[in-house]
């Protein structure tokens, strides 16, 4: 039998992903729009959210989060929202640049916070809603150098539980995948970073300190990230709400 054309199990819904140009945020727009969502692509890349927008049959939105008024012209129509942008900065608390640390704080804590704020009176109103936050290890356990990383992904776990309890009696889920290092071009940035910080090699990086907690030891790829997300979404996940799933290897096994 010819299943091409056959409805995926989120065929009918509307999805709205950030940071969506790469990374996580890419493999979660193809595999919500592999599983039949029409996709949001959101991204600062113009040229970036464009072409996973052409590619999956989504439409490309380009926004910087750190601008309240960007967030907020966003489209209010989703009833998934991932909320995966991020950021990182790794130095000393002390020495920790104050306007670095806010944008960190605007991008993932404020935004994702604006966006649910516009887009949950639409879930309610459909009796159904799907909010997967993209948090991490850093939002379950503190690193050091990480101050405004660790901070927000912390708030961010907050926030999603709040929405959890809020949204619950209107048939609405939300919930955090908490990651460990995945391969990312955020991570790979990372690497030169906590080499400079660490006063040791870049090779040394990925063994000694991005695989040092995890049982696993190697890298989580973003097709597995957004897997989880899509499981999020579907009806075998419905009574999973105001938690946090960690994928991150037994890191916090420890």
Request: glycine residues 8%; proline residues 5%; charged residues 20%.
């Amino acid at each position: 039998m010819d299943t091409t054309s056959a409805p995926g199990p989120l065929s009918g819904r509307t999805a709205l992903v950030t940071g969506a140009a790469a990374g996580i945020g890419r493999a979660c727009a193809e595999a919500l729009a592999a599983a039949g969502a029409r996709v949001h692509v959101v991204d600062l890349s113009a040229a970036g959210a464009a072409e996973v927008a052409g590619r999956i049959g989504g439409t490309a939105w380009v926004a910087d989060l750190a601008d309240p008024v960007a967030v907020d012209a966003l489209p209010d129509d989703a009833d998934i929202v991932v909320n995966n942008a991020g950021l990182q900065h790794v130095a000393p608390l002390h020495e920790f640049p104050v306007e670095r640390f806010l944008q960190l704080q605007r991008v993932m804590v404020e935004a994702p916070f604006r966006i649910l704020r516009r887009t949950l009176p639409h879930m309610y109103r459909e009796g159904w809603g799907r909010i997967v936050n993209i948090s991490s290890v850093h939002g379950l356990r503190a690193s050091p150098f990480k101050s405004a990383y660790v901070t927000a992904k912390h708030a961010l776990e907050g926030l999603s539980k709040t929405a959890a309890l809020e949204g619950a009696r209107y048939g609405v889920t939300s919930n955090c995948i908490s990651p460990a290092y995945v391969r990312t071009a955020l991570v790979e940035r990372q690497i030169a970073d906590q080499a400079d910080t660490h006063g040791i090699a870049e090779d040394e990086v990925v063994e000694r300190i991005m695989l040092d907690r995890t049982a696993v030891k190697r890298l989580i790829e973003p097709a597995e990230v957004a897997a989880l997300a899509v499981w999020l979404c579907s009806p075998a996940a419905s009574y999973i709400t105001g938690t946090s799933l960690p994928v991150d290897g037994g890191w916090t096994a420890h």
